[in-house]
């Protein structure tokens, strides 16, 4: 892919047009996909970290799995604990211990890995980043400060298109870090970017592998995030874009992926008290994301804002999205039969 970005503008924007062209989506989608690919190949690459690293979250059900049909256009990546020196059981915050010394453990991974992403891994990536790009100019790799944690990194690439007033697709790919998730299980994944199933024939290397978080453990974490939704209380906002975990997790659902999941009951065990220690609420309710109580759907006084949210992503499916009352359909009557026992 090396090869490819020193083309000339000129060059590489036929590409993306031509490949956006066939896939019926926008050029700035079809080049923001080459770049969230190239960035995720050039961290697992890095020396003494990359070996740290799994991929998770939308963009690998898209990238690494192909089970949504959607545009995820930031990165979504955990360091591993055990690499940052906490990998024993008196560093550990899932031992039998006080909630304030919970506390302070998950305090002091939080600031192992700002230092690792702030005083390695970024320097690395910089270097990385300019080796290959050359003197091209117009690019950055900074640390995100909408991110108070410090653990997300904003690389601005050098966009070959137009610039587009208001665009939803900004040119630049948002890696988002941490060390609090868990990487098991987790498979080894083929990833390559659109323009390069187009034109293999332009590329001296058209894909490369990464270490993924499995699509059933990546289930049960967005069905227990929509079972925390469904509990928010009325005075809290939710977070932009949340629509999408209600399409993403239909989506499995209708792959079958969720019911390959209940197949592992103790993988939604290990999730729900893996959020309780790293991810506490006092409103979530995970102690009742068991089978019987589990809550896919939103609150109904959720649903219209939460429509509003999902029209404001049209430009980011590939298809012909399915209307959010279908989402909703799918999840209540998954929801349903799992409740009931009717899905082991």
């Given amino acids: 892919m090396d090869r490819f970005i020193r ?77 940052l020196g906490f990998g024993d059981e008196s560093s550990n915050p899932e031992s039998d211990i006080s909630g304030k010394e919970r506390k302070r453990r998950i305090d002091r991974i939080k600031a192992a890995c700002q230092n690792k992403i702030s005083n390695e891994l970024r320097p690395m990536m910089i270097k990385a980043i300019g080796a290959a790009l050359g003197d091209a100019q117009g690019w950055s790799l900074t640390i995100d400060e909408g991110d108070p944690d410090r653990q997300t990194l904003l690389y ?28 098991w299980p987790s498979d080894q994944v083929r990833i390559m970017p659109y323009v390069v199933e187009r034109f293999p024939a332009a590329f001296e290397a058209p894909d490369f592998i990464v270490k993924v978080l499995t699509a059933e453990r990546t289930f049960w974490e967005k069905a227990t995030l929509l079972h925390a939704e469904y509990h928010r209380p009325p005075d809290k906002e939710i977070p932009l874009r949340l629509s999408r975990h209600y399409y993403d997790t239909s989506r499995l659902i209708l792959s ?40 896919l759907t939103p609150h109904p006084g959720r649903i219209r804002q939460l429509e509003e949210d999902y029209d404001k992503m049209r430009e980011m499916f590939f298809a012909e999205r399915p209307a959010f009352a279908e989402l909703l359909r799918i999840l209540e009557e998954w929801e349903t039969h799992f409740n009931q026992g009717a899905i082991r």
């Avoid at 610039?163 to 990487?183: C, F, L, Q």
């Fill in 256 to 295: 079958g992926i969720g019911e390959k999941a209940t197949d592992h009951p103790e993988l939604l065990q290990r999730v729900v008290e893996h959020k309780k220690v790293f991810f506490p609420s006092g409103w979530a309710h995970y102690e009742e994301a068991i089978q019987g109580k589990l809550r």
């Fill in 7 to 83: 083309l000339s503008d000129d060059e590489r924007r036929r590409y993306f047009v031509q490949t956006a062209e066939q896939m019926r989506l926008s050029p700035q989608i079809i080049e923001k996909d080459f770049w969230v690919c190239w960035t995720l190949r050039e961290l697992f690459a890095l020396p003494n970290i990359g070996s740290m690293l799994i991929f998770k979250g939308g963009t690998s059900l898209s990238k690494a799995y192909r089970l949504i049909e959607r545009f995820s256009e930031d990165v979504d990546v955990s360091l591993d604990r055990a690499g």
């Fill in 156 to 183: 601005a690439y050098p966009s070959s298109l137009p610039e587009k007033t208001g665009a939803y697709i900004r040119p630049a790919v948002k890696v988002e870090m941490g060390a609090r998730s868990d990487h």
